[in-house]
Each structure stands twice: as structure tokens, then as C-alpha cells.
């Protein structure tokens, strides 16, 4: 290293060292912790004969007693059954919201400001918001339907309905993506509109065979953040049905929330986790590997 | 460092108790003059762990039936023909279930505009059900869990029998338009659901939000002049011990509760926590802080004064049912918080009509059990690993 | 990708088409109005779903308690949209009601973002200078780890984070567990995402003006704080509401990290206050959300025209 590399070298370690003293506080060591406790029995309270509280190591027992857990199981059904409703359905309506709002039409900016304006609520005002909307007898949805003579289901009360209901109000809240859609869109070169127009395609060739394989990097990035932010949803369904009724609605990390936190058993909540952290690489690498038939680049 | 005082509601105490992180008190108590006399057994009882005390206890609550008098005295003629007598509660659940019916009122949709008994209005102690049919949920002897005992089947068998006769979306209908607790819309004081299993603080709530209830003769100020027997028929409710199932054998039953002092294990200043436990410990302390929140005494003395002053007119019916032989707290498995997850889920399960008590309460064994063996396993593990185990397979 | 802040500013807010009108393979005029008016129809039903629970929400909030949960029985009520009486007392009941310490609540999840705002914006910079502006060797590296981690779930950490901070509670001075210090102290190291957009922004910025400053005898840390932070102000305005309405939204957090009710934010303190109360006061609760969105959305409105331009000139997006 020359002189002046040196000097940048320091200069530059002092200038992330912030971001690299957090990352090693905050993310290195508690992920290499978390490994650990994994393979222990950590209660936090439980305490030893000198009075303290430690991590016990105990192999693979955590991992042995996951894999026969019918609650495991349960949530990680849930949870997938989850992102497989709102996952496909938020991107469908968010690609089309933008795709509306793209068009140049007047009163633009207030349609977009309405779609927008949703995503800011936070998320337990929406909760209550959406508790309110379903309830069984005196929600909104169920008044509607009363007026043209349906009885309306319980909702987030039933079984059968409060995944659904949960993966339909995740719509409420598309307006992010939206957002970064249209940007996407206005990054599409007009003359490619112009050439397909002269070539003879119709509008919705022009859809499949401009708009979304040009919007596709976009398409991918988004995909990718909200199918790591599905698969550990939590503040909705823990705040609005508590995991309910009969746990149609218990997800992963719900689960791994009050293993931890409620039954005190750190060591296998940090199983759980390593799980989780293992699931979500591993779908995002699939879905990085299937992005080379799908995702086109501009310019490459 | 731990606090030299912690809080805790009963429920919890085992689970830490269990975890060898709380500090056991005999000595200390011993030293203050506290022991088992001290206390009305159930309040003691529920403080002890395998032998040894570790906690007091600072509120006390005890459930009872708790129905509105007005309603069902209104419908006295009825009663009487079904030969029941209005002017006192019931005896027995099957009389409670003929009291239900009667002060059911439904519309021609089958919609409930009043609920004579609800098990999940407001249902918070429907695990308990089984203490009210003489089952038992878990033998700390044998570390067993009992919810196949016939008794606990047939307490849950009770539990369904509402659902199946009202009605499962006329109940969720019911509950999703009811009043919040604490608001005057709540069922019980509102009046639309006539009989509740419930706790002493109702004295409160009720002379809060429906003040009238409470003045049904005369404004609460004057009260005080009437005999101490004609208290009660001031007030548009009562209260009294809920019935069991079969009371010829049965008296008194009651879930008690309580919130709990405790001293956490590597605390610094033992004694001098022990000291404030201690003067909380004392009659006239214990009782003046009880006399607020409303709620009986845990002390096995109690003077006349607490009674006669007390803001809950049946606050005597309380003080007899947390003397009762047949008060019993909690259970004390060490994993309580896990298994009472498992149990709400069969209690859903039944209330909600997906299985029949039988089966649920069969898969409740096979997850409690499975749920209490993971938890031996990995304590036989730490004690292998470590030798800090705190609790050994039976 | 870098963009110019008018294109980006149509892409929220539509104030100008950039669509050359010119060139245009011109079709039947009805069909394209027929089209037109079919994006309207679309869009006016989709706001009309998106708008719907604001409005369900701000009615129910001015309802009075027997109108939203009747003692009656009654079988069906009628939609009512105009409340009748119309109660704004129950804003008033939310603010002082003793359940519900609104007051405290808002002290302290303010407490906590401007603590985390000013930390997270701050330090974020500094670190986002670094990785734009100083070329050494291992940035390369250094930077991919970082956007690496925003990959990492908050739940793998959750725990151990958690005993990490008793930790240091029980071998230090310094008390974490139940005191706000676990939910701003790690914002004053930055966060990916931040440093992220801001090194974008830094990346617009041309070389010579350091180098100018440079010549002039200025030091490394001189330029950024008298150069590039005052032309950074839009990015970081971004960068701090962003930090901001995380804090105002973040319930696992709080849920985690405190224990006592008077150290409650508001999200976790309209939660507790919702279960606890079985079936709920719905009036209330929902003058309550009310009050917790408004801040959130009048914040966006004031400052929309700083945060298009700031996530225009940090080519956030994909």
C-alpha cells in the first residue's frame, strides 16, 4: 500500500466505523449468537446454583424437538399459505394501480395521493382500523351486506375466512410498491411504445411484451422485499386475532415470538429463527436463480 | 442485577419458582411470624412449591356467580312455575342452565338481545370449569395432566351445550357487538346478558357505570342505615359462590387468584425486602389495600370493620368462598404458559363446535404431555451438560 | 440508477406529463376518450376501497357508545356514515381518558424518534460519505455485507439482541432492558437502508467540488460537514422522515423492550389498551388511531415536496 492508500484505508475505516462497530454489535454477534443458543437451553430466568443465569448447551435437541412440533408445522403452513394469497394478489393490484395511474388523465394527483396515503398508517391504527371494518356483527362489511340480504361471514372470527381476510387487507397497503412501479414505468423509453405501435401490436401486446418485461427488474426487486417481509409477518394477525380462532391465523413468528418471550425458552426460539433465516435465503436464492429466464435488463 | 422486589400474578410464580430463580422465603417469613396459619389455606397454598414459599400474597380475587336480580325477579311468576325461586341463586348448574333459559330473549331470527348465561361472557375463567364438576387438570404428584378425567369431559360437555342450543353464529353476533369490559355497554351491566362468572371488582364497576343498580332502595349515602342484612336488596345484582355440579358434594367452589410479592433470587437486600413483604403482610395494611381494590383479605383473620366498611356489599360471600376448602388456584405445572395456550385452543375448539369435548380434550392430552416431556428432556439434558437443572424427571 | 427530480416528481404527483404528445400513432379519437374513461372508472373504485376505512374510521370516531355497540339486540343497524349526535368529546376522552395515557405515550415515542432521527441521520451520512467519496481498499467488500444484512430477518436477531442488552444491563452502569436506550441507541450507527440512499445521493455529487475543498487545505471531515451536508439536506430530510415514521409505526420493539406501561409508545399503548378491554370501546379506539395516524400523514403532506425531490436525486427505487 502506497502512502496515500493507507491514509484513504484509515481515513475510510473511520469514516463506516459507525456502520461497522453496529454491524458487529448488533448483527454479527447476535446472529453468531442466536447459532449458539440454538444448540442450548436458555430460559433467561432459570437460574444456576451461584445464582446465574446462563446458556446450557444441549446439542441438537432444540432442532430434534422443532422437527416433531406440531405447532412448527402449523405456523409454517400459515405463514406460507399467507404469503401464497397476498403475495401474487398484492402484486397483481399494485402492477395495475400503477399501470392505471400511470395513464395520463386528469386528477392524477389525487388518485395517487389516496392509493399513497394508506401505506402510511401505522400498523397497529390499521389493525384496529381493519378489526373494526370486520367485525361480525356491527363491521362495515357485514352491515353492506346485511343491506342486500346476505349474512355476511365472522370474519377474522371464523376459521375459514381470517387468513383470507388478513391477505385482503394486506392489499390496503400497496401503496409503496406502487409507487416504486411507476417510477419503473416512467423509466421505459417511449420509442419502444412506438415501435411495437407500429408494428401493428395492440394494447395489451404492448403490456406483455414491453411494459412488463421493461418494468421486470423492478417487478423482481419488489417481489424479493415483500417475500422476506411476508414471511415474518407479525403485528397484524398477533394484534387482530392473537394467532385465532383455533390458530388459523398463528404465524412463525408469532410462534418464535412467545417461545421466546412468553415461555422463556430462548434456546429453541433461536432454532426457530435459524430456520426462518434459512427459508427466506433460501427462497431468495430461487428466486434469483429463475430470475435469469424472467428479469430483463436494459442495456445488457 | 435483579430487583430486590418483584410482582407477579399467581399464575406465573411456578414457572419461575420452578426455573430456580426466586428466593424461597420460609425462613424469612418464619423470622415475621408468617406461616401457614397466617393465610386462608387456598392463599397459602398457592404460594408453595414443592414445599418451600416463595411469595405473598398482596390482592386476592375470588370468582363468583354474579346475576342481575332485577331481570330475574322481573320473570318471578315464570320461575315459580318452573319451580324455581327467583329470590335466591342457583343451586346446582343444571338449575343455573334452567335460569339461562328462562332469561334468554331472542328475536324471531334466533338473534340474542339478552343471554341468560354465557360461558364466554366474559369467559376468562372457562378453563376453570372443570373445578366447578370436581375434575382435576394436573397431579402435581405424579406430574400428570388429567383432561381426559370424566369429570373434565363432562364440565366441557356443559361448555358446548351453549353453543349447540344458541347457536355459534348467534354467539359470535352477540359477542362482537357487546360493550367492551369497563364500559357501561359491557353485557352484564348493561343488562343483556343476565349471569356472569366474575370477580370481586365488579362492586366497582358496577357503582361506576350503572350507578343506579347499586340505589335500587336508596341513594348509597344512607345505606349505611340499613340493617347489615337488608344491604343487598339495595343493589339490582348479587353475587354468590357459582353451583357445581353436584352440590350435595360440592359447596363453595371458586377459582382463586391473587397477585403476589416475591423475592428474585440474587437480589441484593433480601432482608430488607422481606421487611416491606412483611408490613404488607400486616392485618390493618392488608386490609386497608384490599378495601380499595375491593377484593376480600387473603389473611385467615379478619376483622369486623373490613367487613362492615367494605365498598363490595357481598364481599362476605367472597370471604366465604376464599375460605372454602373447595377454592383452588391455579395449576401448578412448571410450562403453565404453554399449557394454557394448548388448552385455549381445545377450549376454542369445543366452544366453537370443531370437535367434540372427548376428542379435543384427548388431543390436549397428547400436546400437554408431549409439550411437559420436551420440557423434562431438555432439563435432564442441562443436568448432564451443566448439572443446573432445577427440576428432575419424576 | 440516477433520474432527474421533475420525472420522479410525475411519478407521485402527476404535476406535468413528460409523455411527448408528438410522434404519436394517432388512433380513433372515441376509443381512446372510451379508454380514458375507463381508467377513471377503475381508479375511482379503487379509491373509493382505499379511502373507505379512513372514512369508516373518522365517522365511528365522532359516534357516541350506544351507536357502536347497541344494547339493544337489535338484529341490523343501517349504515350511518353522518354520525348523529356528532361527538367530538370523544377526542377529547381519548387524550385525558387514565387507561389510555395519551399524553405520556406521545412524550415518549417522541422521546424515542427524535433520539433515533437524529442518530440514524447523522451517522448514516457519515458512513454513506465514506462508501461514496473515499476510495480504500475493502469497500467493495465492506458495502455488498452491508446490503447483505437488510436480508437478515429482525426476528433471527430478536432474541439475542435482547440478551445482549441485559448484558450490559447487569455488567455495566448502564441499564438497557426497560429503559428506551435499546430502541434509539442502535440508530446512531446507522442503518443499511439509509446509508443506502444516501451513498446513492452522495454518488450524484461531482468529484471536484471535494477536490476543490481539498486544494483549499480542507480536511476530510471538513468537507463533508461544510460541503456535502449542506447539499445533501434533501436526501437526509428523507432519510429522517424515514427514520421517523419507522419508530412512530414499530411495534415488535417496543413489545420486546418495555416492560412498564408508563414507558409505552404509542402503538404498543393503543394495543395493550385494545386487548385488554375484550370487546372494545370501538369509538374510542378509533379516535385513538385517528390521532396516532394524523401526525404520520399531516408530516407527509408538509413535507412531500422535499421527499419527492430527496428520493428522486438518491434514485431510490429499484
Known amino acids: 500500500m502506497s502512502s496515500r492508500e493507507r491514509q484513504n484505508f484509515v481515513k475510510g475505516l473511520l469514516f463506516v466505523s459507525p456502520w461497522l462497530i453496529g454491524f458487529l454489535v448488533f448483527t454479527l454477534v447476535p446472529v453468531g449468537l442466536s447459532l449458539y443458543y440454538s444448540f442450548c437451553d436458555f430460559s433467561l430466568i432459570e437460574r444456576d446454583t451461584a445464582g446465574k443465569t446462563q446458556a446450557i448447551w444441549v446439542g441438537t435437541e432444540n432442532y430434534r424437538q422443532l422437527f416433531q412440533d406440531r405447532e412448527f408445522y402449523r405456523t409454517l403452513k400459515n405463514t406460507g399459505l399467507y404469503a401464497i394469497l397476498s403475495l401474487p394478489a398484492g402484486m397483481l393490484v399494485s402492477i395495475g394501480l400503477a399501470l392505471m395511474l400511470n395513464a395520463p388523465i386528469r386528477g392524477q394527483a389525487i388518485y395517487r395521493t389516496i392509493i399513497f396515503l394508506p401505506s402510511l398508517v401505522p400498523v397497529v391504527a390499521s389493525a384496529m382500523v381493519w378489526m373494526w371494518l370486520f367485525n361480525a356483527r356491527l363491521g362495515f362489511f357485514n352491515q353492506l351486506l346485511a343491506t342486500i340480504g346476505i349474512d355476511g361471514p365472522a370474519w377474522i372470527g371464523d376459521k375459514k375466512w381470517a387468513l383470507p381476510a388478513l391477505a385482503m387487507m394486506s392489499l390496503w397497503g400497496v401503496g409503496n410498491t406502487v409507487v416504486i412501479y411507476l417510477a419503473g414505468l416512467q423509466d421505459i423509453p417511449r420509442d419502444l411504445y412506438e415501435a411495437a405501435e407500429i408494428d401493428g401490436a395492440g394494447a395489451i401486446r404492448r403490456l406483455f411484451n414491453v411494459t412488463l418485461p421493461m418494468l421486470s427488474p423492478v417487478i423482481f426487486f419488489n417481489l424479493i422485499m415483500a417475500l422476506i417481509g411476508t414471511l415474518q409477518v407479525f403485528a397484524l394477525p398477533f394484534i387482530m386475532t392473537g394467532g385465532g380462532p383455533e390458530r388459523s391465523t398463528y404465524m412463525y413468528t408469532q410462534y418464535l415470538y412467545e417461545k421466546a418471550f412468553a415461555y422463556l425458552q430462548m434456546g429453541y426460539a433461536s432454532a426457530m429463527a435459524w430456520v426462518q433465516l434459512l427459508i427466506i435465503l433460501g427462497l431468495t436464492a430461487f428466486a434469483f436463480w429463475t430470475s435469469k429466464r424472467w428479469v430483463h435488463y436494459q442495456g445488457r | 442485577m435483579p430487583p430486590d422486589i418483584a ?13 430456580n430463580a426466586l428466593l424461597p422465603l420460609d425462613e424469612l417469613a418464619a423470622e415475621h411470624g408468617i406461616g401457614q396459619s397466617t393465610y386462608k389455606p387456598a392463599f397459602w397454598e398457592m404460594c408453595n412449591y414443592k414445599g418451600k414459599l416463595y411469595g405473598v400474597v398482596s390482592t386476592p380475587a375470588t370468582m363468583g356467580l354474579h346475576y342481575n336480580r332485577r331481570s330475574v325477579l322481573e320473570l318471578g311468576e315464570k320461575f315459580q312455575a318452573a319451580g324455581l325461586d327467583p329470590t335466591r341463586a342457583p343451586k346446582s348448574i343444571a338449575e343455573l342452565d334452567q335460569w339461562a333459559k328462562l332469561l334468554d330473549i331472542r328475536d324471531d331470527r334466533g338473534a340474542i338481545r339478552r343471554a341468560g348465561y354465557l360461558p364466554k361472557e366474559p369467559g376468562w375463567y372457562i378453563s376453570f370449569t372443570p373445578f366447578w364438576f370436581g375434575g382435576q387438570l394436573w397431579n402435581p404428584e405424579t406430574a400428570e395432566f388429567h383432561f381426559t378425567d370424566p369429570n373434565t369431559i363432562r364440565a366441557f360437555e356443559w361448555i358446548q351445550s351453549y353453543p349447540k342450543r344458541l347457536g355459534k353464529a348467534a354467539l359470535s353476533d352477540f359477542s362482537s357487538a ?3 369490559f369497563g364500559t357501561p355497554n359491557s353485557p352484564f351491566i348493561a343488562g343483556t346478558c343476565s349471569m356472569v362468572l366474575q370477580g370481586p371488582w365488579m362492586g366497582n364497576y358496577m357503582y361506576q357505570l350503572r350507578p343506579a343498580s347499586c340505589e335500587w332502595v336508596v341513594p348509597r349515602g344512607v345505606e349505611m342505615f340499613l340493617p347489615r342484612t337488608a344491604r343487598a336488596f339495595n343493589y339490582e345484582w348479587a353475587a354468590e359462590a357459582m353451583p357445581a355440579d353436584d352440590p350435595t358434594s360440592l359447596t363453595d367452589v371458586t377459582f382463586a387468584d391473587a397477585d403476589v410479592l416475591l423475592i428474585p433470587r440474587g437480589a441484593a437486600h433480601p432482608k430488607e425486602a422481606f421487611e416491606f413483604l412483611a408490613f404488607v403482610t400486616r392485618q390493618d395494611v392488608m386490609e386497608r389495600l384490599n378495601s380499595m381494590h375491593c377484593k376480600p383479605s387473603p389473611l385467615a383473620k379478619v376483622s369486623d370493620d373490613f367487613i362492615r366498611k367494605h365498598p363490595n356489599p357481598y364481599i362476605s360471600v367472597h370471604e366465604r368462598m376464599a375460605f372454602s376448602p373447595n377454592a383452588r388456584p391455579q395449576i401448578k ?10 388448552y385455549e385452543l381445545a377450549i376454542d375448539e369445543i366452544y366453537l363446535l370443531s370437535k367434540t369435548p372427548r376428542q379435543s380434550m384427548t388431543d390436549l392430552q397428547k400436546r400437554a404431555r408431549a409439550k411437559y416431556d420436551a420440557h423434562l428432556k431438555r432439563q435432564a439434558l442441562r443436568q448432564v451438560h451443566a448439572g443446573t437443572a432445577s427440576e428432575s424427571a419424576p | 440508477m440516477k433520474r432527474s427530480p421533475p420525472e420522479l416528481d410525475y411519478a407521485i404527483r402527476g404535476t406535468k406529463s413528460p409523455l411527448p404528445q408528438r410522434g404519436q400513432v394517432v388512433s380513433n379519437r372515441a376509443r381512446k376518450s372510451l379508454n380514458r374513461l375507463s381508467v377513471h372508472l377503475g381508479l375511482l373504485l379503487c379509491c373509493l376501497g382505499f379511502g373507505l376505512p379512513f372514512a369508516w374510521m373518522l365517522s365511528t370516531s365522532l359516534k357516541t357508545l350506544d351507536a357502536v355497540s347497541p344494547t339493544d339486540g337489535a338484529a341490523s343497524h343501517s349504515i350511518q356514515f353522518i354520525p348523529d349526535p356528532v361527538v367530538w368529546q370523544n377526542y377529547a376522552n ?17 422521546i424515542i424518534a427524535v433520539l433515533a432521527v437524529i442518530g440514524n441521520t447523522l451517522s448514516s451520512a457519515v458512513v454513506a460519505y465514506g462508501f461514496a467519496k473515499i476510495k480504500f481498499k475493502g469497500r467493495g467488500v465492506l458495502f455488498s455485507i452491508m ?19 441485559r448484558f450490559i444491563g447487569d455488567y455495566t452502569p448502564l441499564q438497557m432492558l426497560g429503559t428506551f436506550r435499546p430502541l434509539w ?30 486544494i483549499d487545505g480542507c480536511s476530510e471531515l471538513g468537507i463533508f460537514v461544510r460541503v456535502m451536508l449542506p447539499l445533501a439536506r434533501p436526501a437526509l430530510a428523507v432519510v429522517a422522515l424515514f427514520t421517523f415514521m419507522g419508530v412512530w409505526n414499530d411495534f415488535l420493539g417496543p413489545l420486546v423492550y418495555l ?3 408508563e414507558q409505552y409508545t404509542l402503538a404498543l399503548g393503543l394495543q395493550v389498551f385494545q386487548s385488554a378491554h375484550g370487546g372494545t370501546q370501538w369509538n374510542m379506539l378509533m379516535a385513538a388511531s385517528v390521532l396516532v395516524i394524523v401526525p404520520v400523514i399531516l408530516l407527509f403532506f408538509l413535507t412531500q415536496r422535499t421527499f419527492i425531490q430527496g428520493i428522486a436525486t438518491t434514485g431510490m427505487k429499484g
Open chain 3, 94 to 110: 381519548v387524550v385525558t381518558n387514565e387507561k389510555l395515557d395519551f399524553p405520556l405515550y406521545t412524550r415518549n415515542t417522541l
Open chain 2, 178 to 180: 357487546a360493550g367492551g
Open chain 3, 185 to 214: 441507541l442502535p440508530a446512531w450507527f446507522g442503518s443499511a437502508f439509509s446509508i443506502f440512499l444516501l451513498r446513492q445521493f452522495f454518488l450524484t455529487l461531482p468529484d471536484d467540488l471535494s477536490e476543490a475543498a481539498r
Open chain 2, 7 to 19: 410482582g407477579l400474578w399467581q399464575r406465573d410464580l411456578v414457572a419461575f419458582a420452578s426455573r
Open chain 3, 259 to 261: 416492560q412498564r406501561p
Open chain 3, 147 to 165: 446490503l447483505a444484512t437488510m436480508m437478515i430477518p429482525f426476528p433471527v436477531v430478536m432474541v439475542s439482541i435482547f440478551t445482549l442488552f
Open chain 2, 333 to 342: 405445572s412448571p410450562m403453565q404458559a404453554e399449557i394454557a395456550a394448548e
